[in-house]
Structures are given as structure tokens and as C-alpha cells.
């Protein structure tokens, strides 16, 4: 075995960074305490393992004063943590908060910088269905019209294709087993609906709200009815 995937798989088998990954995964900074918290974990144990990710570059860190802040290091990071859990043994449902938390989860999160679960593929599949994005391999490409749609929605496809970064690729969503669009365009979008209020983030946790005017916005532009 490559030594290098060893590492990393050794890296992710312990169940305190699988943790404090999986709580990086809303591709936002968090404070080292509370990652410890998060992954119910002492704040001593929570620095070692996220020293641990960081010599990996799993992860980077921010410094502002005397406080560290850490987040997954790229979008690619967050690809392989979602592919991996796309092949992971379901785990057992413990109490209705669990089943609470995993139906919000599964319904709408952030996959890292773009939107997953159920309402990520369902968005995709609608802007495919509709001749805007195309399916080319593991890339979309967008048509003419999809260059309509996401202009007159406040996106700048030149600006997003200039990026240091994949375009518009797909990403195996874990809980749907279909792809949803991730990329510099699916990172676009996720900040053009939360700043227009079709959705909102959730309180610690990664998982998305749709608002009533959300609702109305993808029954009107997406021809979805949630």
C-alpha cells in the first residue's frame, strides 16, 4: 500500500478526527474548543488530533490573536470525506433526536462550500432536466441557457470560471447515492440562496433549512415542490 494512504486512512479511523472532520464539513472555521465539544472530546485530546490533521494538511488554521481557528483545507478534502461516507455502513439510530438530526442532514446540508442531501441532487437533476447544466463524464457544463439562468440569478460564470479551482464538477452525495453539483458554480450557488433567504443554515450542525419563500422560489425557477 502506498504510504501515503496509509496515513490518511489511519488518520480517518480514529473516531475523534472523523469527528472533527465531519464537523468541518459546513466548510466554515470553528474554534478548537468548539470542535471539541462537537466531537465530545477534552480540548487537549481535540488538540492533539487536529495537530495530527494539520501535518496531513487535512485541514489549515487560522490565527487571530491567541485563538486558532481551523477548517478543511480545500474542496478536494471534502470530496473524499463525502465519497468515503457514501460507502460507510449506515449507523444505528440511538434515540429521535439522533433520527432527528440524521433526517435534517439528509434532507439539505452543506457539503463543505455547495449544498447536498436531498434538496442538492434534486436542484441539479432540475437544472439538467431543464437543458441547463449537461452531464459530461464527472463535469456539467452549462448550456445557453443555464448561462440565462445563472446570470439574471446574480452569477458570474466567467468570474467562477476563472477560479483556482474545478468549475462545475460532480460530487457523489453519500446519502442520495446521485451526484450534486459542487465546483466553484456550486459554491456560487449556495451563497446566492442564502443571501436571497431561500435557505438558511441550521445551528451547529451542517444541515440546511428551506424557508417558505425558498419553497416558492424552486417551485417558480426549478419546478420543485418540496
Same mark, same amino acid.
Given at each position: 500500500?502506498?504510504?501515503?494512504? @496509509? %496515513?490518511?486512512? $489511519?488518520?480517518?479511523?480514529?473516531?475523534?478526527?472523523?469527528?472533527?472532520? *465531519? &464537523?468541518?464539513?459546513?466548510?466554515?472555521?470553528?474554534?478548537?474548543?468548539?470542535?471539541?465539544?462537537?466531537?465530545?472530546?477534552?480540548?487537549?485530546?481535540?488538540?492533539?488530533?487536529?495537530?495530527?490533521?494539520?501535518? @496531513? %494538511?487535512?485541514? $489549515?488554521?487560522?490565527?487571530?490573536?491567541?485563538?486558532?481557528?481551523?477548517? *478543511? &483545507?480545500?474542496?478536494e478534502a471534502a470530496s473524499v470525506i463525502e465519497q468515503l461516507l457514501s460507502i460507510a455502513p449506515k449507523e444505528k439510530v440511538t434515540s429521535l433526536k439522533d433520527s432527528k438530526e440524521k433526517s435534517d442532514l439528509h434532507f439539505a446540508r452543506t457539503c463543505y462550500d455547495h449544498l447536498a442531501g436531498y434538496v442538492g441532487v434534486q436542484i441539479t437533476n432540475s437544472l439538467v432536466?431543464?437543458?441547463?447544466?449537461?452531464?459530461?463524464?464527472?463535469?456539467?457544463?452549462?448550456?445557453?441557457?443555464?448561462?440565462?439562468?445563472?446570470?439574471?440569478?446574480?452569477?458570474?460564470e466567467e468570474q467562477q470560471r476563472n477560479k483556482r479551482r474545478a468549475f462545475a464538477r460532480c460530487c457523489l452525495d453519500w446519502s442520495e447515492r446521485q451526484h450534486h453539483l459542487a465546483g466553484a458554480l456550486g459554491n456560487a450557488l449556495l451563497v446566492r440562496m442564502l443571501e436571497e433567504k431561500w435557505i438558511v443554515r441550521m445551528p451547529?450542525?451542517?444541515?440546511?433549512?428551506?424557508?417558505?419563500s425558498g419553497k416558492t422560489a424552486f417551485e417558480k425557477y426549478l419546478k420543485m415542490y418540496i
Open positions: 500500500m502506498n504510504p501515503n494512504i @496509509a %496515513k490518511i486512512s $489511519s488518520l480517518l479511523s480514529d473516531p475523534s478526527r472523523s469527528s472533527i472532520l *465531519l &464537523s468541518l464539513m459546513d466548510g466554515r472555521i470553528h474554534p478548537a474548543g468548539e470542535l471539541a465539544y462537537l466531537a465530545n472530546i477534552k480540548p487537549q485530546t481535540a488538540s492533539f488530533h487536529l495537530n495530527k490533521l494539520l501535518e @496531513a %494538511k487535512l485541514i $489549515s488554521v487560522e490565527k487571530h490573536g491567541r485563538h486558532r481557528y481551523y477548517r *478543511l &483545507s480545500n474542496s432536466e431543464q437543458g441547463m447544466l449537461r452531464k459530461v463524464d464527472l463535469n456539467f457544463e452549462v448550456t445557453s441557457e443555464g448561462s440565462l439562468f445563472f446570470s439574471n440569478f446574480g452569477i458570474n451547529k450542525t451542517r444541515a440546511i433549512k428551506i424557508t417558505q
